[in-house]
């Protein structure tokens, strides 16, 4: 508990180190997949005044606190259904990051326009549909994660690892806490090329041969970017 306490601590902080968040805003999680235990960031807490001790252990399947005195966040229903819904992640993260959100509130998919998405994101950057009323009135925090969820149907969440949710903003996951920060980051990035791009060129595409061969140099059993491990 106290380690993964630590790396969900310090990726938190990673999120304000990387200029995607500002003052309470946004929140990263780490799971435990064998005790069944998610941590994440406690709700409203300044990112200057919390310790790995602030962070929040809830109950995978029922989001009970089981260790923390503080609540946790706001958004841990969202994570929570993540988690179930996609067996091989190990960290989500949240943020209000500008252009990704952007995007988000336009209720567009970032589309896949060059190598450096294809690097991590592999197909567009999907967004979801608008949340119904009933969704909205009910256990808000709970549909958005099952909004989500509905979006990857027939997608591969291990491949693209983040999504827009329409008219709030970006989730992304992966492994662990860390890289789900990193893809948070890259997805910014992501959403700001293309925003710059399709102002210079609105017709601009990607050939999808390239989307693949750009994929599969750092990923699947072919990789051959960076040294051998």
């Given at each position: ?22 003052y ?29 001790d ?81 969704q ?43 890289e ?20 210079l ?29």
């Amino acid at each position: 508990m106290k380690t993964l306490k630590e790396k969900v601590f310090q990726a938190n902080l990673e999120l304000v180190r990387q200029g995607l968040v500002i003052y309470t805003w946004g929140n990263v999680s780490g799971i435990d997949r064998e005790k069944g235990i998610v941590v994440i960031k406690p709700s409203g807490v300044d990112y200057d005044s919390m310790t790995p001790d602030d962070m929040v252990a809830v109950d995978l399947l029922t989001g009970e606190v089981v260790d923390g005195t503080l609540n946790p966040s706001s958004d841990t229903p969202t994570h929570l259904a993540l988690y179930r819904a996609f067996p091989n992640i190990g960290g989500v993260v949240h943020t209000h990051s500008t252009y990704a959100t952007a995007w988000a509130q336009a209720g567009m998919d970032i589309p896949n326009i060059g190598t450096t998405h294809s690097d991590y994101f592999h197909m567009d950057i999907p967004c979801t549909e608008t949340m119904t009323s009933e969704q909205i009135k009910g256990e808000y925090e709970l549909e958005t994660g099952n909004v989500i969820v509905k979006r990857f149907e027939g997608l591969e969440p291990d491949h693209t690892p983040g999504v827009l949710v329409r008219n709030h903003g970006p989730f992304t996951w992966g492994k662990t806490p860390a890289e789900a920060v990193y893809n948070a980051k890259v997805m910014e990035q992501c959403a700001h090329m293309a925003f710059v791009s399709l102002l210079l060129n609105p017709q601009t595409s990607m050939n999808p041969e390239l989307v693949v061969k750009h994929y599969l140099r750092k990923h699947g059993a072919g990789a051959y970017y960076g040294q051998k491990k």
